[in-house]
């Protein structure tokens, strides 16, 4: 006999890196929203309040304007509100000054996270950073790459984290960013982007230098959960200073980076929560079934010369 559901029970949804695409991309991955529409399917089965979208929702909004309507269309269709932050695939990536080592042609000064693309998306998707209670908890989202730029979204972004600690006290505090807030440690050194064999833990992370100032901030303000994604890699969870770190599946895109860690797992899907007053757990679920459909066109971030439209796509924003 199952054990009665406890009548302050109730349960959210945390999905990152969906990707999803459109037919009129030079790049469509038609397996990225048949994975979305598997998941999606398996969140409505249990029927969470909200769901939280860590970033990259789409496959190349950050080009194709279109994408963003799209997925705003979806989203709208869910019988649950969603908040959602960008990607770097969305608005740009980490900023950086020099070009990186990476040998695949990118051109990562360009592919900068600008004011420009942060503003577009949430002229679709809605603030960048947020911060709001629901039920007694509290969720905190952000768009992590915006540290270390200088531009005007960064000190927007400490000025909401540095006040957290005045809020009132809730039962629990959940925390969603895209980027991951380590590779290997904590106190890990900072990673040189001009070298190609330090180039990924460059482009997965948050800036070191800053890091500590983000996690002092985060157990002032109480946090209890952190979830990140950008990697599509899954970590079992760990602890990091008196808070539950999860560092995210991809819920709809490819796995990667699969010699990394020995204890990571590639395996697609998003993360069930299930909240009373006094705990928070944390459920993994995989999607079902994942899509095989192939694919067009390049991963990652190929130059702008090599990216080819069908007809009747184009670039409605750069």
């Keep these: 006999m199952s054990t009665p559901k406890s009548p302050d029970a109730w349960s959210f949804a945390h999905i990152t890196d969906i990707h999803l695409g459109s037919e009129k991309s030079y790049r469509y991955d038609p397996s990225r929203n048949a994975n979305w529409a598997s998941a999606r399917k398996q969140m409505e089965s249990f029927r969470p309040e909200l769901l939280l979208m860590g970033g990259d929702v789409t496959r190349d909004g950050d080009t194709h304007e279109w994408e963003y309507q799209m997925v705003k269309d979806d989203f709208a269709s869910l019988p649950m509100p969603v908040f959602t932050i960008p990607g ?23 592919l900068n996270v600008t004011s420009e693309r942060l503003a577009l998306f949430s002229s679709y998707f809605g603030p960048i950073n947020s911060t709001f209670v629901h039920r007694n908890v509290r969720f905190t989202s952000f768009y992590d790459a915006v540290i270390g730029t200088g531009l005007p979204e960064e000190d927007r972004l400490w000025h909401m984290l540095e006040s957290l600690a005045d809020q009132p006290k809730v039962d629990h505090h959940v925390v969603v960013m895209h980027y991951a807030l380590f590779i290997d440690a904590l106190d890990e050194p900072e990673f040189d982007i001009t ?26 303000a109480g946090a209890d959960i952190i979830f990140s994604g950008h990697i599509h890699r899954r970590r079992p969870e760990m602890d990091v200073e008196g808070i539950r770190y999860f560092q995210g599946a991809a819920g709809g895109g ?17 993360y069930r929560c299930d909240v009373t007053k006094d705990k928070l757990d944390v459920t993994f679920v995989p999607i079902d079934p994942v899509s095989d459909l192939p694919s067009r066109g390049q991963m990652g971030h190929p130059p702008r010369h090599l990216r080819e439209y069908p ?6 924003h750069v």
Excluded: C, I
Excluded at 208 to 215: G, K, N
Excluded at 254 to 270: E, M, S, V, Y
Excluded at 311 to 316: A, L, P, R, V
């Design 88 to 110: 770097n695939q969305d608005v740009g990536n980490r900023h950086t000054r020099v070009q990186g080592g990476w040998e695949d042609g990118r051109d990562d000064l360009k």
């Design 254 to 270: 490819h796995a990667q980076w699969p010699k990394k860690w020995a204890d990571g797992d590639g395996t697609l899907g998003f």
């Design 195 to 220: 070298k190609k064999e330090e180039y990924l833990p460059w482009y997965f992370s948050v800036s070191t230098p800053h890091r500590r100032r983000l996690v002092d901030l985060l157990k002032k």
């Design 311 to 316: 007809e009747g796509g184009g670039m409605d």
